[in-house]
């Protein structure tokens, strides 16, 4: 028998692929997890032993934190990523490097076909196809769920045709979780103006007291919390437990989908909102303006196209390489008060701080530079509004 290789996340969707690609397809099914932060080691067996009493020949759980930080997450600090100033690309970044294990994995068994159970409305379909396409332009799709267009109704009972009776009562929220953040929807989303209620989202209000903590920064990497340093994974992961007690880090977004409708999603992200603006706190004190104006810029394009499953796009390495470079004097801590549904910044200490200057204080003292080179700088710098003005008279 040919083999396949599935996307395989545990769900009703690519359980129905196991199935489909079995007895429709009569494939050799081989179904990876890509553990990007979402699933407990727990979970991760659990998952397991559904994979092979569906049928899966083989099944491998691919954990892959420390890689998906190095090539994606720390690069949407460096920029201070949010899409539409909103969204941290929670789930969007992770499909692009799930994709690529995927077919990692394809190529290692020396599959003939790939499979994913996205549908035909949303991004994900995209992101998993281009990556596919570019990586192994010979390895088939297949995608059941898009082709298909079944209801769930229909999965569950094709499912049960072939003698699987699991429980898949439906959520009343989808829930997508990751070391980035957790995506939530619901019915609330599907509209314009309903709010998700306090409950839908997965972190409860645990802390009502405020807390202080500091962010320790080398580079623009989160070396350690209150001086005890570790990995930027295990940070991220011990700022989450800390700041979603808070039930900190909930929105919702609207955007733009690849495929030109608008979409609404709400998420939940402790940790990557207070890193990123913590870390865009100290580099407004440690980088001149035009590093930080020219930063916006690139990384506003850079999470665009990641979020949009263009990722090997070269302009990306690029990208990459500005953002890195740009991090040499983005080192200090940043204090962060967490509250309850919210948190602010204090302030920060570097020894790259360029408040520290003796050439002058805003509003104060100025020290490098006289009265008069003031005035004569003022005259010099209005002759562009000055010569406008004199020929375009009455426009005021």
């Not at 990459?320 to 309850?340: C, I, M, R, W, Y």
Request: glycine share 8%; aromatic share 10%; net charge negative.
């Amino acid at each position: 028998m040919e083999k396949v290789v599935l996307a395989y996340s545990g769900g009703l969707d690519t359980s129905y692929c196991v199935k489909y690609l079995m007895h429709e397809k009569n494939l050799e099914v081989h179904t990876i997890l890509v553990n990007t932060g979402g699933f407990s080691e727990q979970e991760l067996q659990e998952t397991e032993k559904r994979a092979y009493e569906l049928g899966s020949s083989d099944h491998v759980n691919k954990t892959i934190l420390d890689s998906f930080y190095q090539k994606a997450i720390k690069y949407l600090v460096f920029g201070n990523v949010l899409k539409n100033n909103t969204y941290p690309l929670s789930v969007s970044a992770e499909r692009i490097f799930q994709a690529i294990e995927v077919i990692h994995h394809a190529k290692k068994i020396g599959a003939k076909y790939i499979a994913h159970g996205s549908t035909g409305a949303g991004n994900d379909q995209i992101r998993f196809d281009v990556i596919f396409q570019t990586l192994a332009p010979e390895i088939e799709i297949i995608t059941p769920i898009r082709d298909l267009k079944l209801s769930r109704q229909e999965e569950v009972a094709y499912l049960e045709k072939h003698g699987v009776h699991y429980s898949w009562e439906k959520a009343q929220y989808s829930i997508n979780k990751g070391i980035w953040g957790t995506s939530v929807g619901g019915k609330e989303t599907l509209t314009s103006s309903n709010a998700l209620p306090n409950e839908a989202y997965p972190s409860q209000l645990q802390k009502e007291k405020e807390e202080t903590i500091v962010l320790n920064f080398e580079k623009g990497e989160l070396i350690g919390i209150d001086g005890i340093k570790d990995t930027p994974v295990k940070n991220i992961q011990k700022l989450e437990e800390l700041a979603s007690a808070f039930a900190i880090g909930r929105d919702i977004h609207v955007g733009d989908t690849i495929i030109g409708i608008k979409g609404r999603v709400g998420f939940e992200a402790a940790a990557p909102i207070v890193i990123i603006k913590a870390h865009h706190l100290l580099e407004k004190h440690v980088l001149t303006k035009w590093q930080q104006y020219w930063k916006e810029q690139l990384a506003n394009w850079y999470g665009m196209l990641l979020h949009e499953g263009n990722y090997l796009d070269p302009v990306m390495r690029n990208i990459e390489a500005f953002l890195e470079d740009s991090q040499q004097s983005v080192t200090g801590n940043v204090t962060v008060q967490l509250k309850p549904y919210h948190f602010t910044l204090e302030g920060i200490e570097s020894d790259f701080d360029m408040m520290k200057s003796d050439f002058g204080q805003y509003g104060e003292m100025n020290n490098s530079w006289t009265s008069e080179d003031a005035k004569g700088f003022i005259k010099i710098y209005g002759n562009a509004n000055k010569i406008y003005h004199n020929v375009n008279s009455g426009q005021l």
